[in-house]
């Protein structure tokens, strides 16, 4: 499964709307900086789908709007 997300790191919170299947838009309180957005952004949307978060694969981990692979 292909999903597409929309990022807005160091927002001040961590929230994750989904906008239409197989696409979200999510909030993030950590930096882009060494990987730590993009971490906290596994772990939400590994919460909000209610999967691992070792199935979740970014494909464009530097862009703001990341399309992520979800490996069933």
Do not use: D, Q, T
């Amino acid at each position: 499964m292909i999903i597409k997300v929309k990022v807005h790191p160091k927002s001040g919170r961590s929230e994750v709307v989904k906008i239409s299947e197989g696409e979200f838009e999510v909030w993030l309180k950590k930096i882009p900086s060494k990987g730590k957005a993009n971490a906290e952004l596994i772990r939400l949307i590994s919460k909000e789908l209610g999967i691992s978060s070792k199935a979740i694969r970014i494909k464009n981990p530097k862009s703001r709007i990341k399309i992520i692979e979800v490996i069933e």
